[in-house]
């Protein structure tokens, strides 16, 4: 198996549990919380997306999906069209809202299609490339796109718990 091939399995099991944490919740339920400071499922699945959009389209030396192809609009958040979710507050998460739970399982598989294109693209040597060397020790292509994985299947896996909190209450 290539690095490539691996990198793209694990970026298709995102994408399963993204939808599996999405299936058949309405959007109130997308944006309920267990309690005022915690995450959405709406939030999580919204952040992790726009995570992965904004490092993978670095990399790769492209315009996000969220811009280049309108889901800013569409979503229509009251945040910068830059916004990916890093740091926000219960304030910011209360804000995250979708009218259908389409839109943000759309929006992944637009984002998972153009990383799927990039990764499956890419060799071994590439994984090597410094992609920000402003850290110790620099941050290569490897390291930023397997930070990315670790930090959407959290946030997905999270997504998932809360799913089961939501439909264990109703």
Same mark, same amino acid.
């Given at each position: 198996m290539r690095s490539a091939d691996l990198l793209a399995d694990a970026f298709d099991r995102t994408r399963e549990a993204v939808?599996?944490? @999405?299936?058949?919740?309405?959007?109130?339920?997308?944006?309920?919380?267990?309690?005022?400071?915690a995450n959405s499922v709406a939030w999580l699945?919204?952040?992790?997306?726009? @995570?992965?959009?904004?490092h993978v389209s670095e990399a790769a030396g492209r315009p996000q999906t969220w811009t280049a192809d309108g889901w800013a609009g569409r979503f229509s958040l009251p945040f910068p069209a830059e916004e990916t979710g890093y740091g926000h507050g219960p304030d910011e998460v209360a804000r995250v809202r979708v009218a259908d739970p389409a839109l943000l399982t759309g929006y992944h598989d637009a984002v998972h299609a153009a990383t799927l294109d990039y990764v499956r693209g890419l060799t071994d040597a590439d994984l090597d490339r410094v992609v920000d060397p402003g850290w110790t020790p620099p941050v290569t292509l490897g390291v930023r796109l397997v930070s990315v994985l670790a930090d959407d299947l959290q946030h997905a896996g999270q997504a998932a718990f809360?799913?089961?909190?939501l439909l264990r209450g109703s």
């Open positions: 939808h599996e944490a @999405v299936a058949g919740l309405t959007p109130d339920q997308l944006a309920e919380r267990p309690d005022p400071g699945v919204w952040h992790l997306t726009r @995570v992965q959009d904004d809360l799913r089961g909190l």
